[in-house]
């Protein structure tokens, strides 16, 4: 075990995983930095410092600064794909699927279907998201819930070093389009990575706290959101289960109904306006599949139906918060 | 470039399966057996051929809605391609993709496609791949004259040049993009090579209805780009012969236009006066090819329509490689 | 009352619309069809027609061709309704919005935000949708969970041509931008239009049947087949409420679960794969706000969660049916 | 172009009140008071004040991530600005935009745009509308040399050209995006000009750093636009005086290139070594102007520190008109 920042784990990982295989190669805007300059490539690993060395060791041919193209990045992660490669494509900002949607949804997602099975698309497309930073309206999105919605993808959102370490390993050998998302405000969350070969399976959740009174599902940068929630009520004698997706594509289904099937409440935490969202995906997956066991309503904290304010103050009103998940857990437990 | 008889047979009878594979879709699709969206390539044989002639398998293709000329030229199987227009069992993508979604990576074709545009970037990708690799392969991107104004097929063009990659930009322009003239979709007076030209890489330029031109052309363009220079764009001139889709009843054509291209700018009638005035073949044995490349489309035909539905189950596999 | 189609529907709305207000303008590819050949400008509107005549009628600067660029042709309808006018952009198929998603999710939808409420966004764009014509993964697809989710948008779907009518002109004469989804396999819907003006204000469900023992909630074309369910089980004596949602944002909460209060038991009915889907978001109202009245589990009728394929056999097991709505009702009454 | 006395002090304010309310940012940032990311517009004052004091209110401009100075110069108030970019109650957007998003439509200010490109469309689309009504109105895009490889602005351009909109695309070059060359990011050696020119579009080319040169350009282009020819570029080559946003190191700059581009590229320096040398203008009358508007700084930077934050409650209001 080495402690270490998710920024770090995503960084020796992608290093690991390009030295094991020469098919790896990574490719986004300014991921070396300083190329066509006076100052020369710097290999700082562009603004997030998340691709910092790559450059200097693999050379411009695998490691490949773009134009500013999202379209054409992704296109050319699925091209690659194609011709035999494991690309890695920067999104220096996951609401930049805004202008690659095409290539991700209508491209990458469907190759396999649509060719009949007979090809393969181990594209790793890599998202900065979330709030918290105050970067406004098209800086800050959560954009987990329309990629969940496309079948071919798979989506992953690590929300510790370990995780991020496991999941982006076993995301550049497998031979799926894999959407990873990486919360801007977790770049420098520390914790425990494992040494040597480490692979998380997708489609298998993490116990993040166990309690056994409330169900709480979430995500992402939200897992710490709930764990703070689920300690201040654990202090209270109440005892949450904090169920940490880690993937959405595939997603856990039996961990979450195994949960609510023991509780029988479920509070579900989402960085993300409510509508279509997976916060409403996992209620209707609980209020189908775990009717009979539910004594109470999902609860479902969220965002609010509106677009992310700049103002720290509006941003904070934004976002879901520890106290809301608290509050949340209360409702469901008072309900009867 | 002088040919070989064996190339020069060979190039023809590529050309001969495109036309009478879509020929007979035509009449096919009148049945109404064929389902769906089918874009027909007739009229613009020489350009997928004088480009494909020139590629061996491990060199890329990406391609169109407007795809089963490339799909052929490249090497797919007909009888596959030909069933899974008609949705069949066994076809090619197993009826999930249909006429305007074909691809056989085994063959370097990967993937016509219905989104304009899109294929552009992806063929960078795969130039990228081919540059890597370094061993002087290339990918191609075809494009119509309306995909060369979506977005993709410009930040496509700037990075294969920004990234020196070895991806070809083979522009058809067949005048339309579905009822729209090219003189008033692409604002710079209908060149469209000078704009690719001015993101800063080299192109030529060639009638695309005739094949030696886009041949000979082609080749010299590739000289250039196995070498390492970079990407590099071709306009190609040509005709469609018929509707943008099965069903168009395309009045915006003018009067006696159909006609007129069938009669003048029909490549295969070109080939064959060529090569006969030339004496390099015997019409007789372009005729034998027509016999022959007739049976096999006869054969196609009925083997597709004879072969069963996919099985519905089907509908919910092939989304993931594991899941 | 006429008798018309959805396509003549919306057309003469288009027509009376541009003639009643000058600033009413459109645009997309094709809408014309001919410019700059020698045919000329053909005026039958468009691979779909229901732009027909609207060029003759009203000319070049206000009935706009466009190349093949679909960002810019939404881009430019949110800068004409940021100048002032009221544009319609036209995408030919709803699946091109992958290829436009930025002008539509981080601009259009977020100006008014952004900008402080100060300013209005009234573009409407109008999106042709849907699967039925084996037109295969990328020209089939139900875009509409995607752009519910959007915060800053509004999402019409009419079912009938009477509807086609009411909303599209409240969609002209709104400020908000409105995306109007149009089944390709509903244009030759006929049904009467009410004559003279004719407004439906958004976010009021129509009820399609009525029958009081199970809540069928659907919208677009999946209405005539949930109908046609609702028929058959009414001979059997097996009532249904169809409520066909016609916007689903705003979306008509109350209808629904008014319903449920009174049935308990609910089908929803969505052509689109499951997951973050429009049948989840459902699910989870009706789960959080209906749980007390509800008798079983929400079932949601829904297509699998894969792309859309070509052949007739496979896009037919794709598609939702009456008979597996049928079947759901069934699986929903039975359930004790 | 002889202008009068008053422009010329006009232009020298409003390029004066860009300059110190840029400078003071950079300061205050320092605070951790502001948050989120600012992008300063320090250097190209020449470009934004060039070419909008040849606007109107009912002419249209579209803006960028790095948009302070495109909205000073289009007459967006100081004072509100500053308070937006505080985030604070009273802003100019009311604390929902921050520095990246500030709009003001009465003004003819449509709008800065995080998402690099985007806003290129856009102009057309108000471009259209100036078109529809007739009076000679035209929009502007402001675009960077990074944002002109995006595919809508492309698009943007080809789409202005098919529709003759009076639309004009207004390049300015300061050599990096974010913290990529030119040289390496834009395929066509540099030359975004001439890119634009393959469109089918008139350009120019100016010295951004140079306030008359740009000024007088814009006035032949204007004049061109403005009489219904359709839509035209220029390429203004300018230099930004700070990093990409605030906390960039700039390691990629050369030695010595910041001192450099201060000394020699200074729009405000060699506006004041103009007029002066020509005895246009007294020195002692701009240096009131920049004493004025140091006031005018002060004065706005007070005031933001001062509101109050946005009531929390305003997170969801103006989502829609109605609802
Ligand atoms: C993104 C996108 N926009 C629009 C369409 C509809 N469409 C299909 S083909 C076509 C015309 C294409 O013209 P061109 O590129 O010249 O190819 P051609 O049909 O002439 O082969 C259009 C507009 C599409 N499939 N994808
Ligand atoms: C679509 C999109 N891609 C990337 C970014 C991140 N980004 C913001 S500014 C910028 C560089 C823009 O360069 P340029 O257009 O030259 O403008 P400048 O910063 O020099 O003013 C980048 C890459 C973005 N905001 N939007
Ligand atoms: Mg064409
Ligand atoms: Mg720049």
């Known amino acids: ?336 | 470039m002088q040919l070989s008889r064996d190339q020069l047979l060979r190039a023809y009878r590529q050309m001969a399966v495109i036309r009478m594979f879509e020929e007979r879709l035509h009449e096919e699709i009148k049945s109404g057996d064929i389902a769906g969206f089918t874009h027909l390539y007739c009229g613009q044989e020489a350009a997928a051929v004088g480009v494909c002639e020139h590629l061996a398998n491990d060199d890329f293709i990406v391609s169109t809605h407007r795809g089963h000329g490339h799909c052929i030229a490249k090497g797919c199987d007909v009888k596959g391609m030909m069933k899974e227009i008609y949705g069949r069992a066994g076809g090619l993508c197993n009826g999930k993709s249909g006429s305007m979604h074909i691809a056989d990576l085994s063959v370097g074709m990967l993937g016509a496609n219905g989104i304009v545009g899109a294929g552009a970037p992806q063929a960078v990708g795969a130039a990228l791949s081919a540059k890597i690799d370094g061993k002087g392969k290339v990918a191609i991107a075809f494009s119509g004259d309306g995909a060369c104004n979506q977005g993709t097929t410009f930040e496509a063009m700037n990075m294969a040049v920004v990234t020196k990659a070895p991806c070809i930009f083979v522009f058809e322009n067949n005048h339309y993009s579905e009822h729209t003239g090219v003189d008033y979709a692409v604002g710079t007076n209908r060149d469209i090579a000078s704009r690719a030209e001015a993101f800063g890489m080299r192109v030529w330029r060639a009638n695309g209805c005739d094949f030696f031109e886009t041949y000979d052309t082609m080749a010299e363009l590739l000289d250039y780009v196995r070498a390492g220079n970079g990407p590099a764009a071709i306009e190609l001139d040509t005709e469609r012969f018929y509707g943008h889709f099965e069903g168009d009843p395309q009045r915006y054509r003018g009067v006696g236009e159909l006609d007129r291209i069938r009669d003048e700018r029909d490549c295969l009638k070109a080939f064959r006066a060529r090569v006969g005035d030339a004496g390099l073949i015997d019409i007789a044995d372009l005729d034998a090819i027509d016999a022959e490349v007739a049976v096999l489309i006869e054969a196609a035909t009925a083997e597709a329509k004879a072969a069963p539905p996919p099985d519905p189950a089907t509908v919910t596999t092939d989304v993931y490689a594991a899941y």
Chains 1, 3 share one sequence.
């Open chain 1, 1 to 336: 075990m080495t402690v270490m920042t998710i920024r770090d784990a995503i960084n020796r990982t992608i290093h690991a995983e390009m030295e094991r295989n020469p098919d790896v190669v990574i490719l986004g805007e300014d991921i070396v930095g300083g190329n066509g300059t006076a100052g020369g490539p710097e290999a700082i690993g562009g603004i997030w410092g998340a691709t910092g060395g790559l450059y200097a060791k693999f050379g411009p041919d695998r490691v490949i600064d773009t134009p500013i193209s999202e379209s054409a990045i992704v296109g050319a992660a699925a091209g690659l794909a194609l011709a035999g490669k494991r690309p890695i494509a920067e999104l220096m900002f996951a609401d930049f699927v805004g202008v690659s949607l095409d290539q991700l949804w209508n491209q990458m997602a469907k190759f396999r279907y649509m060719f009949g099975g007979k090809t393969n698309c181990p594209a790793v497309v890599r998202l900065v998201y979330g709030a918290g930073m105050n970067a406004a309206a098209q800086h800050s999105q959560s954009v987990y819930a329309m990629l969940t919605a496309i079948p071919g993808l798979k989506v992953v959102l690590p929300a510790t070093p370990a995780d991020a370490k496991g999941l982006l390993t076993e995301a550049l050998r497998g031979d799926d389009p894999v959407m990873f998302f990486e919360h801007k405000a977790l770049f420098g969350a520390k914790g425990e990575v494992p040494d040597g070969d480490y692979r998380i399976p997708f489609g298998q959740a993490r116990m993040a706290r166990e309690g056994g009174d409330v169900t709480i599902v979430t995500c992402g940068r939200m897992v710490s959101f709930s764990e703070r929630a689920a300690d201040k009520l654990a202090a209270e004698g109440i005892g949450c289960d904090v169920i940490d997706l880690r993937t959405t594509s595939p997603m856990d289904d039996e961990a979450i109904l195994d949960s609510v099937e023991a509780t029988g409440r479920v509070v579900i935490v989402d960085e993300s306006s409510p509508r279509c969202s997976l916060a409403a995906d996992i209620a209707a997956l609980v209020a189908s599949r775990a009717f009979t066991a539910l004594k109470a309503p999902p609860e479902m904290v969220t965002a609010p139906h509106s677009p992310i304010p700049f103002a720290r103050e509006l941003e904070k009103a934004w976002l879901p918060s520890p106290i809301g998940i608290e509050a949340a857990v209360r409702r469901t437990l008072a309900f009867r």
